[in-house]
């Protein structure tokens, strides 16, 4: 069976560069469950994009070896004029599935 698991997404700040302009989607302390779809919309597509392996590592269980937290990642949106840095974190079991 393979274990699959809820990852939430946080947002732990944002950096505006002086030429910059505040990020206009994201707001720091906003939170996602990534296993709903309508919170994955929520996110600038630009940011999902590069969070998305990130996500699947934690969601099936994985973890990143360069993190203290075996259960979190930080990643940041590519955006270089206004970069969000979002927190994953993998939180519990939400279903078993049949492997393949």
């Given at each position: ?65 360069w993190e203290p937290d075996p259960a979190k990642a930080l990643v940041a949106c590519p955006d270089p004029h206004n970069v969000v840095v979002f927190e994953l974190e993998r939180v519990e079991e ?7």
């Amino acid at each position: 069976m393979t274990k699959t698991y809820r990852v939430i997404a946080r947002i732990l700040e944002t950096r505006d560069k002086p030429s910059g302009t505040p990020c206009e989607v994201h707001k720091v302390g906003e939170e996602f469950d990534l296993t709903k779809d309508e919170d994955r919309a929520k996110i600038c597509k630009w940011a999902l994009n590069s969070l998305f392996p990130f996500i699947s590592v934690l969601e099936f269980g994985g973890n990143f070896p360069w993190e203290p937290d075996p259960a979190k990642a930080l990643v940041a949106c590519p955006d270089p004029h206004n970069v969000v840095v979002f927190e994953l974190e993998r939180v519990e079991e939400i279903t078993n599935t049949p492997s393949s």
